[in-house]
């Protein structure tokens, strides 16, 4: 079956880096997606990757490489704000997206 | 006021009711989804269109049925719902242009008795 793999949670102290990492099994490949999701809200669309290479958008970055095995969203300079549950999701060969059960960020003080 | 719109937010029912929940946008997107959400779980997909003409079973679609009234409107159907039908559900859109940037309604979360 197909499956997406991220750590259930994650801690980290405000004003640091963190790495979220994904890794999924699916039939085919059409892009990787993540998503914030703060708690009792929806999903919202951060960023995508389909081709090798790093996207960058203000303090989020996330990087694919495929052929080495990494996939990760960084977040810099972290803000109590971004305390919320981080979605991975893969587009398969039929462009349906599988998501990851998502990862929970805690940021302390 | 937000671009996809759910409601109920949020519905207590009882086993063997019926329940539908009601999906609005002013995207202008042409493909809606619904999908539930449970804890410990991924996003599960439960039935999506393409256009009006276009209905499409997902990933567990079974006890769900769904309506497609127009571009803008797509309601999910609980024909008699069951405990297990107990999470919290969303609606979403996508521009058929674009390759998978979904756009979220607020969610409605559904308690079966």
């Known amino acids: 079956g197909q499956n997406i793999d991220q750590p259930t949670e994650m801690t980290a102290t405000e004003g640091a880096i963190v790495q979220i990492n994904c890794t999924y099994q699916?039939?085919?490949?059409?892009?990787l997606f993540w998503y914030q999701q703060h708690a009792g809200e929806a999903p919202t669309f951060l960023s995508y990757?389909?081709l090798d290479g790093l996207e960058e958008k203000g303090r989020f970055s996330s990087f694919l490489s495929r052929s080495k095995g990494y996939r990760y969203l960084l977040l810099k300079e972290l803000q109590m704000k971004d305390s919320a549950s981080y979605l991975c999701a893969v587009m398969d060969s039929n462009y349906q997206l599988i998501w990851g059960a998502g990862t929970k960020l805690i940021i302390k003080p | 006021d937000a671009d996809v719109t759910q409601t109920p937010r949020n519905r207590i029912t009882k086993t063997g009711k019926r329940i539908m929940l009601e999906c609005s946008q002013t995207k202008g997107h042409d493909r809606m989804y619904w999908y539930r959400q449970d804890p410990g779980l991924g996003l599960r997909l439960i039935y999506y269109?393409?256009?009006?003409?276009?209905?499409n079973k997902g990933e567990i679609s079974d006890g769900y049925s769904v309506s497609r009234q127009a571009q803008a409107k797509f309601s999910l159907s609980l024909e008699s719902a069951i405990p297990n039908q107990t999470a919290l559900y969303f609606c979403a859109t996508s521009d058929a242009r674009d390759t998978g940037e979904l756009f979220f309604g607020e969610g409605s979360r559904l308690t079966v008795l």
């Open positions: 699916t039939s085919g490949f059409n892009g």
């Open positions: 269109s393409f256009d009006v003409k276009d209905i």
């Open positions: 990757n389909v």
